[in-house]
């Protein structure tokens, strides 16, 4: 049965929605049978994979309001065994919506059901805040993945999201872990950077992934032609960084 | 009486902190008086100008949810000239407490009204989300300021947020216009961002500031001694660019 893993940060552009992609990428590419779910009204996550939020079907937004089915969203990417549930610009009036449904932090948690045997991996790529649509891929999930910046400012959140997540532990999901916390867009020639990366190993002991993900252009162009790391340019230092990720999470969340 | 301007856009992590922190230290040093509002919950602007989110005192918050009057709130700076209202973490909370609110997207507008003659320029630093506290930013504006990183996914964005400025402007704050769009983390040796800024260019050309700021690691330095680059690297690149950034702003918005 799948394991279910959300994406999550609260601090703005820290690599989750890179991480998401690529991860997802070369996890398939290992012979995974992966789903990836863009829970972030601005659909980064579906245009990176060359998929047009504006193309007509169902997205995710009418899997939570609309109830669905969550099959009838799932469409399949260029990389054979990387399903995608896209997310749509819908998904930005969706927080109201939800706020007033019965159960509201469920919503995804319930629609994912159905689906937990086809894959062996899902995984939910949240926006940059800690709302219902957060909490939702939080209650969802068997565990958090925390991209961290290698920079001061994102830091600063990580109590504030280590609190909700006891929250959520507490009374929405009891099984919630803190599954990985990943090291992003690490530059070796600053100071800075290296001491963010010192402390949140000291703070993360057992939780930092030892891959280190370095600053690398490619991974910010491949978005561009709608294509993951892995298409895009398989030997830049970007996507070797990935394929190292993807190997040390089989290895501590082994298939099946 | 004050000019307010909302530094916002739902990409994360595309420089609105630091635009927000460096542009209104030069502006003060310039001789302006200047009020910074911290309205995301993370708190990076009060921490980045040196003022602990957990210290006791009045927040945004109580000004927003318990009617507190504003001017309880303002904190001065190390920066002579440059006031601050602080974020705290209550204000994670507070978009659920607001929705409920009889005209809840106009909190913010109301409560900075009394300070309208005490300043020259007043800033609100948004989170990266089109909810509730944006929305109030916007409403309480003038005119919004747009980061956008040199980089492709921040493009993606931007239609989505013209169109929220578009609503904004239909049924609640009939003056907002688009005050500027500021091109951030420029890197003249990548074709990606030198791509990002013609189109940029290209799609707002009166609206986009002429100055450029520069990827620079001072920028992102300063935070971590809670200082503005003016007091931490007067010299660098990224404080030569937001001293020029701060000369434009006045050339377009002059005082009084
Ligand atoms: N290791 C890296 N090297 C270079 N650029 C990167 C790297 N990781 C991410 N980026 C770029 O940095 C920007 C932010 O990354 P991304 O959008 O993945 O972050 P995010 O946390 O998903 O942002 P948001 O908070 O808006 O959802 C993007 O333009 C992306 O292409
Ligand atoms: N020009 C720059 N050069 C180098 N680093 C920068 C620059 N501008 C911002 N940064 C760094 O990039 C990160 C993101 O910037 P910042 O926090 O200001 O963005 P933001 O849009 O306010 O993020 P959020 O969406 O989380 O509110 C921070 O760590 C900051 O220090
Ligand atoms: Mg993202
Ligand atoms: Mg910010």
Redesign the interface.
Known sequence: TAQIFAIAN?????GK?TTAVNLCAFLAGAGCRVLLVDSD????AT??LGIDPRRPGTSLYDVLIDNRPVQEAVSETALPGLSLVPAN?DL?GA??EM?ARMAREQLLSKALQPLHCQYDYVFIDD?????LITINGLTAADGIIIPV?C???AL??LS?LLSTIQQVRKVLNGRLKVAGVLLTMSDAR?K?STQVVDDVRAHFPLETFETLIPRS?RL??A??HGLTVLSYAPESAGALAYEALAAEFMGRFPVG
């Open positions: 609260q601090k703005g552009g820290v929605t009204p601005q659909a980064n245009t990176s610009l930005a927080e109201v706020a926006p940059p805040s800690l709302g910046q920079e001061y400012l600063e959140g504030q600053t800075l252009v910010s162009e978005p561009s």
